[in-house]
Antibody, heavy 118, light 112 residues
Framework: MHLVQSGAEVKKPGESLKISCKGS????????IGWVRQMPGKGLEWIGI????????RYSPSFQGQVTISADKFINTAYLHWSSLKASDSAMYYC????????????WGQGTLVTVSS | DIVMTQSPLSLPVTPGEPASISCRSS???????????LDWYVQKPGQSPQLLIY???RRASGVPDRFSGSGSGTDFTLKISRVLAEDVGVYYC?????????FGPGTTVDIK
């Protein structure tokens, strides 16, 4: 399992953004893939997760309604989308791929740094 | 939601000495299959997190045997038998019983 994320982004408040995570080396539709936020100097927080096989999506309560997670199973890619960014969305975002054991994350992407500043 | 706590939050260690981190969950992580769904991850400076331990006590592929996990239900421990300089980083426990999981606040391990 290998996950490669899109590059760093610099945006203004109110702008939209979609970052991506491409999976390879495994059957993309058979495993959950999600997103984890790390604000500067802080810990890890699950945003949500999607099962590409049927597009079932689950969000952590703090992030419900704030972002949208999607996946395109035809190009083995998961997405995290904001419709209107805020300065507080500035953070490192990791995609996280679960394997065969419960919610254990077997593989992490390299991270995408999002900076939102006017 | 399951809430995870860790102690200590900061752990200065002497190379060659052992180290221990505790993790507690607000609900039992014991599945009906008999396994506790508790993971340990380490995030070394400037890197993505990486899996150390899953199902409470199973080392992930390539993890040195100086790392061990124990515990069941709601109380878990990560032990490093002899800390090396390369072990510096932030260690997180995470409940993997529910999807998505929940991380603990992290324990920063650094060298004295």
């Amino acid at each position: 399992m290998h996950l490669v994320q899109s590059g760093a982004e610099v945006k203004k408040p109110g702008e939209s953004l979609k970052i991506s995570c491409k999976g390879s080396g495994y059957k993309f539709t058979s495993y959950w893939i999600g997103w984890v936020r790390q604000m500067p100097g802080k810990g890890l927080e699950w945003i949500g997760i999607i099962y590409p096989g049927n597009s079932e999506t689950r969000y952590s309560p703090s992030f419900q309604g704030q972002v949208t997670i999607s996946a395109d199973k035809f190009i083995n890619t998961a997405y995290l989308h904001w419709s209107s960014l805020k300065a507080s969305d500035s953070a490192m975002y990791y995609c996280a791929g679960q394997g065969a054991v419960g919610g254990t994350v077997d593989q992490w992407g390299q991270g995408t740094l999002v900076t939102v500043s006017s | 939601d399951i809430v995870m706590t860790q102690s200590p939050l900061s752990l200065p260690v002497t190379p060659g000495e052992p180290a221990s981190i505790s993790c507690r969950s607000s609900q039992s992580l014991l599945h009906t299959n008999g396994y506790s769904y508790l993971d340990w991850y380490v995030q070394k400076p400037g890197q993505s997190p990486q899996l150390l331990i899953y199902l409470g006590s199973r080392r992930a592929s390539g993890v040195p045997d100086r790392f061990s996990g124990s515990g069941s239900g709601t109380d878990f421990t990560l032990k490093i038998s002899r800390v090396l300089a390369e072990d510096v980083g932030v260690y997180y426990c995470m409940q993997a019983l529910q999807t998505p999981g929940t991380f603990g606040p992290g324990t920063t391990v650094d060298i004295k």
